[in-house]
C-alpha cells in the first residue's frame, strides 16, 4: 500500500511537535525517519495510526484520503505499529496481548475463543520465523520476546503499513539482525515499513530510503548509498557532531569498587542477580553490557543501597556498603539512575530543589532542621549556569524541562562533588546525539579526575565508546569481560545473547567462567 | 513502594517467615487451650444447634464437652505449628494458614458456647444476609476498579440507593419501583463520579469522597425535611424470603441458602455471571485491559474512557441495588446514615477478593461471618463488653487489607486519570 | 424507686419510637395512657389565658428533631402545648455538637423564650449554667435530675422500667418457647433501665408461675447485653432480633430508636414472633408491624413537656423533679390492639394486678432487677 | 526549544498579585456556585413550594425568594453578625453591646477552631502523598487523652497544665495516626481503608472508655467525662463571650504557622513533599519513605488531634460521645479549599465556621435543617476539585495549567 502524508501539522500547548511534513512511503519500501529527540517522530506516527489528530494536513492510502478517529480506523486500513514503549499488558498471556481488540469468540454473549486465536498466532509466528510461546504471560517474558509479540500484534492484523517505532533500542545486535530478516521478508511481500531508530549504522544498513525531522520539520530525504553517519548526524543536528569521544587511555589504580558473590531478588522475588563478582578501579570506566532484563538493573540497585542483598559483599574503599542509599550517598557514590523522571528526580519540585534532592539535610544547604534557602538557591544558580541547563529560572518545576535538559540536572546534582565512585545506568538513554556528546564529555572528565566509573548500558555504541573495561552480564552474572580494544560489536553481541565466551580472554574472566561453569 | 523493596524471598528470608509462622501457628494452640480451653467450667458442655426455626427435618444438637474439644483443637494446631516450624508445608502455605484460622474460630466457638446453646444455622444465616450488601459494594468496586477506576463513593452510592428505594417503593407501593429507582441513581451518582474522574480528571479518590458527603447531606437533609413531614413517605413493602421448594427442605444447607429473598438470590446470579464476563468474556478482556494498561488498549482499537464510563455507571448500579436491600430487602424504612460503612467494608472485601467477583464474595463472607457472630455472641451474654464486639468487623478489614494488600496486585492503572493527547 | 430521681437521661433517640408520627403522641391519637399528671386538663383547641404570649422553645441533643423518638417526642409535647393551649410561638433548636449546647440556650435566652426545654442528659451540664446564670429563665429538662434542685428548672424523668417491668411479664405470659429477647441502641443508662425492668418483668412472671422463662440479650447479674451501637443502622437491628429469632425467642423488645423498626421488620418476617414498642404506641405510630405489635412501652415526654408547659402558663411553675410513673400515668403500657383476643384474660387480669402493686409501691423493679428479691 | 537562557528571577510583585487575585476568583464562584445549588434544593425540598410552583409560579418565586432570604440572611447575621450593631455600639462607646455583637463572629472563630486543626492534619497529609480520611478517629483519640491529662492532675499551674494537655492531645492523635501510617509503611495496606476503619474503632473506644471509672464523671452513668480542671481549661479569648471563641484559636494559628514551616522551610518538610511528590526517587535519594510516611501520618493524627483538644479544654471542657459533628471529614474539603496550604486551610476553615456557626441560627428562623450546610460543603469542594466545571459554567478562561494532581496512587504500594 503506497502511504502518503501531506502537510502534516500537530501542535501542543507551546510545542509544535510537527509542522508541514510531508512523507511518502511507496508499498514493499523500508523507509526509515530519523531525528534528535522530541524532532517529531513519534508525534507523526501518532497521527498516522489515529492517536492524534493532525491540526492541519493530510493523510493519503493508495491516493485515497483518510480520516483516522481512533487507532480502530487506522487498524482497519490497515496500518500496524510497533510502539516505542511496550503497549501490552503484562498479566495477559502473550494469546490474549495478541488478540486484544480483534478478539476470535464463540457463542453467546461474545465468550472468548482462546484455541482459535493460539492457532493463529502460532500460524503467524510461524510464517515469519517469531517464535513465542502463546500461552506465556508477557510480565515473565525477556524484552526481545516482548518485542516479538508486538510485531506479531501488528502481523495479526493484517498490517499493509508496519510503523516500527525504535524498536532496536532493546535489541542485542543479533536480535536487530533477526528483526531485519523480517522486516525485509515482510518489505518483499508489500508490506510498507516505517523504521525510526538513533542508531545510524541499522539506518544505513537496512532502510531503502530516509527521512530526516528536525524540530518538527523534514529536514531532508536522502538514501543509504548517498549518505553517511557524518552526514547523518549533522542534517539531524543541525551541525557537525563528533561521533566519537576523544579520551586518553585510562590510568587505572587501586580498587574502590569491589562485589563479591552478589545475590539479589527482583520485586517477584525471583533471583535476578546471581552470585556476581567485579571490581571497578579508581580512573577508569567499567561498563556492564547486557541486554535488558539480565539483572543490571538490580544490581545498580543494590550497588546503590536501593535493594536488599541477599548474599554476598558490596565494598567501596574496603568499607561494606550497607542497604541504605544514605550511607552509600555519604560514602561517595554518586548514581545516575536509569529512568530520570521515575527516580532521579522528583516532578513538582523546583529545579533548586532537585538539585540538592540527596543533600539537603547537609550544611550548608540546613542548619538542624531549618533549610537554608539562600544557600540552595545560590548552588542551584551556579549550577544551572556552569552545566547549561537552558530554563528560564531555577524555580520552574523540572517536570517542564525537555529530557535532555532534565538530564543535566541529574548530572549537575552527581557530578558537582567529590566523588569516589559514580555509577550510571543508561546515561543517555532517550538523548539526541548532541545531549550524548556532552554527556559523555563529562562522565570521562570524571574518570580522568581518578573516579571510579561503572556504566549499564545496552547501547553497544556507547559501551565501545566509553569503556576501559567491558563486562558482559548475562543471567544475572558477568559471563565475560574484556578489553574494549578486542570487543567488536559481533563478539559482544553473541555474550550478551548467552554464547559461551570463547577462548583469548582475559584471566579474570576465564576465571569467572570456570566458576559460573562449575556452580551451574 | 517499600513493600516490594523490603520482601525478600531467597533463602534465609524464606526461612524466618516460615519459622514466624509457626511461632504464631504456636502462640495460637497455647491461647486455645488457655483462653477457651482452661477457661471453661469444668465438666461444661457446647450445644450448637444445627436447625433453623420451623424446618422440616430436624437434625439433633451437635453436644460436645467444652474443656477437652479446645483442648483438642489446640493439639491439632500445636501439631500444625510444630511441623511449620521444623519442616514448613511448602505449597500448601496457604491451605495450612486458612487451616489454623478455623481451628482458631472453633476454639472460640466451643468456649463462647459453652454452658449454652448457640444456633450454628443461624449464624450462617446472619453471615449471608450481612454478606448481602457488602458483596453488592465489593461488586461495583470489582467493576469500577477493573476498568482503572477507583470508586470510594460506594458508600454514598449505597446510602442514596437505600433512600431513593424506600421513597420510590412507598410512594409507588411496588418495592421493585424502588430497586428501578434505586438502580437509576446509583447510576446517576456513578455518571457524575466518572465525569469528574474521567472527564474533568479530579482525583478519584476525591471525587469519590465528595459524592460521599454530598451522599450523607442529602439523604439526611432530605429525611429531616421531607420523610420527617410526610412519614408515609418512608413506609416502603419489604420483599420477603421465597423459599425454593425441596432445595430449602436440605437440612443445614437450605435454610441458609435457598431461603432468601430476591436480593440474595440476584447477588449469587451476578457473582457468577460478572465473574464469567470479566474472565471469559471479549468484554471482560477490554475491560480488564483498560484497568492494566490503558494505552495499550487504546492503540488496539478500544475506546478507553468509553468502556471506564460504563463500568463505573455499571457498578454504581449495582451498588444501588445494594442499598435497596438495605431497605426492601432487610429493614422497611430509611434512617439516615444507615449504611454504617458497609460501603467501604465492600472495598475491603474486593481487595480481599483480588479484584475478583468470586473472591470477593467469599471475602464478604468472612466479614459477615465476623459481623454474624459478634452479634451472636453479644446475645449469648459472652462476658467481652459490646463495644470491644462491635469493633470486630472493622479491625477484620483492617487486619486484611494490612495482610493481604501487598500480595494482591490491584489493576495497575487503577485511580490513574488517562489522558488520550 | 426504679430509675425516677436517678440522674438518667437519653440519648439520640434514647427509646426509640415508631416511624415517627407524633400523632401516636398526641390524645387525638388514642394514646391509652391518658392525661400525664398536669397536661391533660384541658380541652384541645381552648386557649388558655395569656397563651397567646407565651414562646416555648426547644433545644436538642445532637439526635435532631427528626430522630424518631426523644428530641421528636419532646417536640410532639411543644405542638400538642400549641394545640391545647393556644401558646403563641414554639421553636426548635438542632444540636449537631457539644459546642452547640451552650450557644443554642444562650440563643433562645436571648429570644425570650418563656420556658426552654432541653432535652437529653447530655444538656444537663449547659441548662444547669445558664440556669445559674439566667434565675429568672425558667428550664424544663427531659431525662435529667439535679440534686440539689435549681429553682428554675424542672427535670422531667420517668420511672420507665415500672412499664418495661409490665412489658417483661407481658412478654414472659405471652411466650410459647419460653425464651424472650432485648437489645439496646447504645449502652446508656436510660437504654439500660428499660432492659432492667423488662428483666425484672420476666424474672416475677417466673417466680409468681414457677417458670423459668429466659431472657436473651440482657444479663441482669452482669448488667451487660445486646447492643448494636449506634441508633442508625437500622440492619443491624434486623439481624440481632434475627438472631434472637434463631434462638428460639418469640417475644422481642428493641430499645433502640430507628434501630428498633429493623427489629420489627425481621419480627413480620419470622413466623409466631411478637414485637414490643417503646416511647410510643408504635402500633399506631408505625402501623405497618400492627400484625406483630403484641404492646407499647409508653415514656410520655410529651405529656412531661406539655405539663411542664402548662404550669409554668398557668404560673405553677416550681423547679424540682417531676418523676412520671405508672401511677401518674407518665409511663404506662399500650393496649395490645391486634393481639386482643390472643392475650389470655388471666394474663391480662395479673398484669393489671401487677400495675396496682407497682403503683402502690408494694413491688419495686428494682428489686427484681437479678432476679427475686432475697435469693 | 527556544534556547533562551533568562536568568533566573522571581516573579514581581504585581504578578504575584494577580496570580493571588486569580486564585481566589475560582474558590469565590465555587462557593456562590454552591450557594446557589443550596438555594435550590430549599426550593425544591419543600413540599408545598413545590406544589405552589404549580399553581401560581410568581408566588411560589416570590415565596421561594422569601423563603432563602430569610435562610441565608439568618446564615449571615449567625456567622458573621450586622455590622450596624457593631458601629452603633462603638460610636454609643457601649462596651457591652460592642461585646454582644461580636457574639457570632466570636461563634464563627469557635467553629473554626477545631476546623484548621484538622484541615491542617488533612492537608499535610496531601503534601506528604497521603489520603487521611481518619481525622475524625484521631480527633477522638485526641480528645480523649487530652482530657484525661485536662481532669487528672488538679492543683498544676496553667502554664504546665495547658501545655501538657495539649501535648497529651496530639499524642493520642499521632498514635491513631502513626497506626495507619506503619501499616501503610509496613505491608502496603492503603490508608485510606485503614483510617476509615480507625475511625469507627474510635468512637467505639471512646464509648468503651466513658463507661470506665477512670473516665466517667463520678455519680453519672451517662457517657461523660470528668470535667476538665480550671488549670487546663483554655480560656476565652474575648473577655465577656464565655461560650464564644478561646486561646484554642491562638494555638490553631500557631499550628497554622508551625505546619508552613514545618512543610516549606525544613528537611523535613522537604523530605514529607518529596515522598509526596515522587516516593521513588525520594528514596533514591535517601530519604526513608517508610519512616517518613509513619511520621507524616503521626504529625498529622497529631494535628487532628488537637482539633479534639481544644473542643474539650476550650469549648466543652468534657468529653462525650458526640463531640465532633463531623470536624474530620470537613476537613478533607478544607485542605482542597486552601489547595492544601496552611494559610489557605485557614481562610477555609473560617469559611466552614461561618457556615456551621450560622446553621443553627437559620434553622430556628426558617427550620431548614442544618444538614444543608453539608450539602454545600460537598457543592464547594465539588467545584473546587474540578475548576473546569466553574469555568466552564462563567466562561472564564484557563489559566496555565499546573497539570492534574493526583493525590493518592491506587491500593497497593
Ligand atoms: N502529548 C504531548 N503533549 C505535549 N507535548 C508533546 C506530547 N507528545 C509529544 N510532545 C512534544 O512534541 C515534541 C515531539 O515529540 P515526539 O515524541 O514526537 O519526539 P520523537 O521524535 O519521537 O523523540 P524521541 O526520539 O525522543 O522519541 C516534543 O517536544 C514533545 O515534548
Ligand atoms: N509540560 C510542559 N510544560 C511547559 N513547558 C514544557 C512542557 N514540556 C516541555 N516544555 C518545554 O518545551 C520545550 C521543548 O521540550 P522538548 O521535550 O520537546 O525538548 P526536546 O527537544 O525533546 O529536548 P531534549 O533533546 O533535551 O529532550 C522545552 O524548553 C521545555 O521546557
Ligand atoms: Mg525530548
Ligand atoms: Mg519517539
Redesign the pocket.
Given at each position: 500500500m503506497k502511504l502518503e502524508l501531506q502537510g502534516i501539522t500537530k501542535r501542543f500547548?507551546?510545542?509544535v511537535a510537527n509542522e508541514g511534513v510531508d512523507l511518502v512511503v511507496e508499498p514493499g519500501e523500508i523507509h526509515a525517519l530519523l531525528g534528535?529527540?522530541?524532532?517529531g517522530k513519534t508525534t507523526l506516527m501518532n497521527v498516522l495510526y489515529g492517536l492524534y489528530r493532525p491540526d492541519e494536513g493530510e493523510i493519503l492510502l493508495d491516493g485515497r484520503s483518510v480520516t483516522f478517529h481512533d487507532p480502530g480506523d487506522a487498524i482497519a486500513a490497515g496500518i500496524g505499529m510497533v510502539h516505542q514503549h511496550f503497549m501490552l499488558v503484562p498479566v495477559f498471556t502473550v494469546t490474549e496481548n495478541v488478540m486484544l481488540g480483534a478478539e476470535s469468540t464463540r457463542g453467546f454473549g461474545g465468550l472468548l475463543d482462546v484455541a482459535d486465536a493460539r492457532r493463529r498466532i502460532v500460524e503467524v509466528s510461524e510464517r515469519h520465523g517469531l517464535r513465542v510461546d502463546p500461552d506465556a504471560l508477557v510480565e515473565d517474558l525477556p524484552v526481545g520476546v516482548r518485542q516479538r509479540v508486538e510485531i506479531i500484534k501488528a502481523l495479526y492484523r493484517r498490517s499493509d503499513v508496519l510503523i516500527l517505532d525504535e524498536p532496536t533500542a532493546v535489541l542485542t545486535p543479533q536480535e536487530g539482525e533477526e528483526l531485519f530478516a523480517i522486516m525485509r521478508s515482510l518489505a518483499r511481500s508489500g508490506t510498507s515499513i516505517i523504521f525510526i531508530t538513533h542508531k545510524l549504522n541499522e539506518v544505513l544498513q537496512v532502510a531503502d530510503r530516509i527521512t530526516v525531522l528536525r524540530r518538527g520539520r523534514v529536514a531532508g530525504t536522502t538514501t543509504p548509498g548517498t549518505t553517511s553517519r557524518e552526514q547523518l548526524a549533522a542534517m539531524m543536528v543541525g551541525r557537525s557532531v563528533q561521533l566519537q569521544v576523544d579520551k586518553a587511555p585510562s590510568e587505572p589504580a587501586g580498587t574502590v569498587l569491589e562485589i563479591k558473590g552478589l545475590v539479589v531478588c527482583d520485586d517477584r522475588d525471583h533471583v535476578a542477580v546471581d552470585g556476581l563478582d567485579l571490581t571497578v578501579h579508581a580512573g577508569e570506566i567499567a561498563c556492564i553490557a547486557g541486554v535488558q532484563g539480565n539483572g543490571q538493573t538490580e544490581l545498580v540497585e543494590a550497588v546503590t543501597g536501593l535493594r536488599p542483598v541477599s548474599a554476598g559483599t558490596v565494598t567501596l574503599d574496603g568499607r561494606p556498603i550497607t542497604a541504605h542509599p544514605r550511607r552509600v550517598f555519604e560514602a561517595g557514590c554518586a548514581h545516575v539512575p536509569e529512568d530520570r523522571l521515575e527516580d532521579g528526580l522528583v516532578p513538582g519540585f523546583t529545579i533548586a530543589d532537585n538539585l540538592v534532592l540527596n543533600s539537603y539535610y547537609l550544611a550548608p544547604y540546613a542548619t538542624g532542621l531549618r533549610l537554608e534557602r539562600h544557600a540552595i538557591l545560590q548552588r542551584a544558580r551556579e549550577q544551572v549556569a556552569q552545566y547549561d541547563v537552558?530554563?528560564p529560572s531555577v524555580f520552574n518545576d523540572v517536570?517542564?524541562?525537555?529530557?535532555?535538559?532534565q538530564q543535566k540536572v541529574i548530572v549537575a546534582r552527581e557530578f558537582s562533588r567529590p566523588i569516589r565512585l559514580l555509577v550510571a545506568a543508561q546515561p543517555t538513554r532517550g538523548?539526541?546525539v548532541g545531549?550524548i556528546e556532552y554527556i559523555h564529555r563529562r562522565i570521562v572528565e570524571k574518570r580522568d579526575e581518578g573516579t571510579a566509573v561503572l556504566i549499564v548500558s545496552t547501547e553497544l555504541d556507547e559501551v565501545l565508546a566509553l569503556a576501559d573495561r567491558i563486562a558482559v552480564m548475562y543471567q544475572g552474572r558477568i559471563v565475560a569481560i574484556l578489553d574494549p580494544a578486542e570487543a567488536t560489536p559481533e563478539r559482544l553481541g553473541l555474550l550478551m545473547g548467552g554464547a559461551r565466551p570463547e577462548e583469548g580472554l582475559d584471566p579474570e574472566a576465564q576465571e569467572i567462567a570456570a566458576a559460573a561453569a562449575s556452580a551451574g | 513502594m517499600t513493600a516490594a523493596a523490603t520482601t525478600v524471598g531467597a533463602g534465609s528470608a524464606g526461612l524466618r517467615r516460615q519459622q514466624l509462622f509457626g511461632f504464631v501457628y504456636l502462640a495460637l494452640a497455647a491461647i486455645i487451650a488457655v483462653a477457651f480451653g482452661a477457661a471453661t467450667e469444668p465438666g461444661a458442655t457446647s450445644s450448637f444447634e444445627l436447625n433453623a426455626p420451623r424446618v422440616a427435618v430436624q437434625l439433633p444438637p451437635l453436644v460436645v464437652p467444652s474443656a477437652p474439644t479446645a483442648y483438642a483443637l489446640a493439639g491439632l494446631c500445636a501439631f500444625l505449628g510444630a511441623v511449620q516450624l521444623t519442616r514448613g508445608f511448602g505449597a500448601r502455605n496457604a491451605v495450612v494458614l486458612g487451616a489454623v484460622v478455623l481451628l482458631f474460630i472453633a476454639g472460640f466457638l466451643v468456649w463462647a458456647a459453652s454452658t449454652r446453646s448457640m444456633n450454628l444455622v443461624g449464624v450462617l444465616q446472619g453471615t449471608l444476609q450481612r454478606a448481602t450488601p457488602i458483596t453488592f459494594a465489593a461488586l461495583a468496586g470489582v467493576l469500577c476498579e477493573r476498568a482503572g477506576v477507583v470508586n470510594i463513593a460506594i458508600e454514598g452510592m449505597l446510602l442514596t440507593g437505600a433512600f431513593v428505594a424506600a421513597v420510590a417503593a412507598s410512594a409507588t407501593g411496588s418495592p421493585w419501583i424502588g430497586i428501578i429507582a434505586a438502580v437509576v441513581v446509583g447510576a446517576l451518582l456513578a455518571a457524575l463520579l466518572a465525569v469528574l474522574s474521567i472527564r474533568y480528571r479530579v482525583d478519584q479518590i476525591i471525587a469519590g469522597t465528595v459524592i460521599n458527603i454530598f451522599a450523607i447531606g442529602m439523604t439526611s437533609f432530605l429525611s429531616a425535611r421531607v420523610l420527617q413531614r410526610r412519614p408515609e413517605l418512608n413506609n416502603p413493602d419489604r420483599l420477603g424470603p421465597i423459599q425454593i421448594p425441596l432445595l430449602s427442605d436440605i437440612p443445614v444447607v437450605g435454610p441458609i441458602v435457598f431461603n432468601n429473598n430476591v436480593f440474595v438470590y440476584a447477588m449469587f446470579v451476578l457473582v457468577v455471571l460478572i465473574h464469567v464476563a470479566l474472565f471469559k468474556t471479549r468484554w471482560g478482556l477490554r475491560v480488564r485491559a483498560v484497568g492494566e494498561h490503558p494505552k495499550a488498549a487504546d492503540t488496539v482499537g478500544i475506546d478507553v474512557l468509553r468502556t471506564r464510563y460504563q463500568n463505573v455507571i455499571l457498578g454504581g448500579m449495582l451498588a444501588g441495588v445494594g442499598g435497596a436491600f438495605l431497605v426492601l430487602g432487610s429493614t422497611g424504612r430509611f434512617d439516615r446514615e444507615m449504611t454504617a460503612g458497609r460501603g467501604f467494608i465492600g472495598l475491603a472485601a474486593m481487595i480481599f477478593g483480588g479484584w475478583a467477583p468470586v473472591g470477593s464474595f467469599f471475602a464478604s463472607l468472612v466479614f459477615g461471618f465476623a459481623d454474624s457472630l459478634q452479634a451472636r455472641l453479644s446475645i449469648l451474654n459472652v462476658p467481652i463488653p459490646s463495644e470491644l464486639l462491635l469493633m470486630v468487623p472493622y479491625v477484620v478489614t483492617i487486619l486484611v487489607v494490612a495482610g493481604l494488600v501487598g500480595r494482591a496486585r490491584a489493576p495497575a492503572a487503577d485511580g490513574r486519570p488517562y489522558e488520550k493527547e | 424507686q426504679g430509675g425516677a430521681g436517678r440522674p438518667g437521661g437519653g440519648s439520640p433517640a434514647a427509646g426509640g419510637a415508631g416511624a415517627g408520627s407524633p400523632a401516636a403522641n398526641s390524645p387525638a391519637g388514642g394514646g391509652p395512657a391518658g392525661g400525664s399528671p398536669a397536661g391533660g386538663g384541658a380541652a384541645a383547641g381552648t386557649p388558655l389565658p395569656g397563651a397567646a404570649d407565651f414562646k416555648a422553645c426547644e433545644v436538642s441533643d445532637t439526635g435532631g428533631i427528626d430522630d424518631k423518638g426523644f428530641n421528636q417526642n419532646a417536640y410532639a409535647g411543644l405542638e400538642g402545648a400549641k394545640a391545647e393551649f393556644g401558646i403563641g410561638e414554639i421553636k426548635f433548636l438542632e444540636s449537631t455538637s457539644e459546642a452547640d449546647y451552650n450557644r443554642n440556650i444562650q440563643t433562645f435566652i436571648n429570644e425570650k423564650c418563656d420556658l426552654i426545654v432541653t432535652v437529653g442528659f447530655l444538656l444537663g451540664d449547659a441548662t444547669e449554667a445558664a440556669a445559674k446564670a439566667n434565675p429568672k429563665q425558667k428550664f424544663a429538662i427531659v431525662d435529667f435530675a439535679y440534686d440539689p434542685v435549681i429553682p428554675n428548672v424542672a427535670g422531667i424523668v420517668f420511672a420507665i422500667d415500672e412499664a418495661t417491668m409490665l412489658g417483661g411479664y407481658l412478654a414472659a405470659g405471652m411466650s410459647k418457647t419460653g425464651k424472650v429477647a432485648t437489645f439496646g441502641g447504645i449502652d446508656i443508662p436510660p437504654v439500660r433501665t428499660f432492659m432492667e425492668g423488662f428483666a425484672a418483668g420476666v424474672n416475677y412472671y417466673n417466680k409468681q408461675k414457677g417458670k423459668n422463662v429466659q431472657l436473651l440479650g440482657w444479663d441482669p447479674k452482669k448488667k451487660s447485653g445486646s447492643f448494636t451501637g449506634d441508633f442508625q443502622d437500622t440492619a443491624k437491628g434486623r439481624q440481632v432480633t434475627e438472631g434472637f429469632i434463631q434462638e428460639g425467642a418469640d417475644v422481642v423488645m428493641a430499645v433502640a430508636g430507628p434501630v428498633g423498626l429493623g427489629a420489627a421488620a425481621a419480627v413480620q418476617d419470622a413466623e409466631g414472633v411478637m414485637f414490643i414498642g417503646v416511647d410510643v404506641d408504635q402500633a399506631i405510630s408505625a402501623p405497618e408491624y400492627r400484625d406483630v405489635m403484641l404492646s407499647s412501652i409508653l415514656k410520655r415526654i410529651d405529656n412531661g413537656v406539655k405539663g411542664a408547659i402548662r404550669s409554668a402558663l398557668e404560673g405553677r411553675f416550681k423547679g424540682g423533679v417531676q418523676v412520671n410513673t405508672l401511677k401518674n400515668e407518665g409511663v404506662g403500657l399500650a393496649p395490645y390492639h391486634e393481639f386482643e383476643n390472643d392475650v389470655p384474660q388471666e394474663l391480662d387480669a395479673e398484669i393489671d394486678a401487677l400495675r396496682q402493686a407497682i403503683a402502690s409501691g408494694q413491688v419495686k423493679p428494682a428489686d427484681w432487677y437479678e432476679g427475686a428479691p432475697g435469693q | 526549544?527556544?534556547a533562551v537562557p533568562e536568568r533566573p528571577t522571581r516573579p514581581g510583585l504585581t504578578r504575584q498579585a494577580v496570580t493571588f487575585g486569580r486564585g481566589l476568583l475560582l474558590p469565590a464562584l465555587a462557593i456562590l456556585t454552591a450557594l446557589i445549588l443550596g438555594a435550590l434544593v430549599i426550593v425544591l425540598s419543600d413540599p408545598d413550594l413545590v406544589t405552589l410552583f404549580g399553581v401560581d409560579p410568581v408566588a411560589a418565586l416570590g415565596a421561594s425568594w422569601d423563603l432563602v432570604a430569610a435562610a441565608y440572611g439568618a446564615l449571615i447575621a449567625g456567622s458573621i453578625g450586622n455590622p450596624g450593631d457593631l458601629v452603633g455600639a462603638l460610636a454609643a462607646g457601649d462596651l457591652d453591646a460592642f461585646v454582644a455583637a461580636l457574639d457570632p463572629i466570636s461563634v464563627t472563630l469557635q467553629r473554626s477552631t477545631p476546623l484548621i486543626f484538622a484541615g491542617l492534619s488533612v492537608a499535610l497529609a496531601f503534601r506528604s502523598g497521603l489520603f487521611n480520611i481518619g481525622a475524625e478517629g484521631q480527633l477522638y483519640l485526641g480528645a480523649l487523652f487530652a482530657v484525661f491529662v485536662g481532669f487528672s492532675f488538679p492543683g498544676l499551674p496553667f502554664f504546665i497544665h495547658i501545655p501538657l494537655a495539649v501535648a497529651a492531645g496530639f499524642l493520642g492523635g499521632a498514635l491513631w495516626g502513626f497506626i495507619p501510617g506503619f501499616l501503610k509503611a509496613r505491608t502496603g495496606a492503603h490508608e485510606v481503608i485503614v483510617t476509615i476503619m480507625l475511625n469507627y474503632v474510635a468512637y467505639r473506644l471512646i464509648d468503651l472508655a466513658l463507661k470506665t471509672d477512670v473516665f466517667q464523671r463520678p455519680g453519672r452513668e451517662d457517657p461523660i467525662s470528668k470535667e476538665v480542671v480550671e488549670s487546663a481549661a483554655l480560656p476565652p479569648l474575648i473577655p465577656g463571650l464565655a461560650a464564644g471563641v478561646h486561646w484554642g484559636l491562638v494555638i490553631a494559628l500557631i499550628a497554622a504557622a508551625v505546619v508552613s514551616w514545618l512543610l516549606f522551610r525544613s528537611t523535613k518538610g522537604f523530605e514529607f513533599r518529596a515522598v509526596g511528590l515522587n516516593p521513588q526517587a525520594a528514596r533514591y535519594a535517601g530519604i526513608d519513605t517508610g519512616r517518613t510516611v509513619i511520621l507524616a501520618m503521626a504529625v498529622c493524627g497529631g494535628l487532628a488531634g488537637l482539633a479534639g483538644t481544644s473542643e474539650v479544654l476550650g469549648s466543652n471542657r468534657r468529653l462525650v460521645s458526640g463531640l465532633s459533628p463531623g470536624y474530620g471529614f470537613d476537613a478533607i474539603a478544607l485542605a482542597l479549599l486552601g489547595r492544601s496550604r496552611p494559610l489557605g486551610v485557614v481562610a477555609a476553615a473560617l469559611l466552614f465556621g461561618a457556615l456551621r456557626a450560622g446553621a443553627t441560627p437559620m434553622q430556628a428562623a426558617t427550620g431548614i435543617p442544618i444538614d444543608l450546610v453539608v450539602v454545600v460543603q460537598a457543592l464547594v469542594i465539588m467545584f473546587i476539585a474540578a475548576p473546569a466545571l466553574v469555568r466552564g459554567l462563567y466562561r472564564i478562561r484557563a489559566g496555565r495549567t499546573t497539570g492534574t494532581e493526583v493525590f493518592s496512587k491506587g491500593w497497593g504500594t
Open positions: 500547548p507551546g510545542v534528535e529527540n522530541g524532532a537552558r530554563t517536570a517542564n524541562l525537555s529530557g535532555g535538559n538523548l539526541d545531549s | - | - | 526549544m527556544a
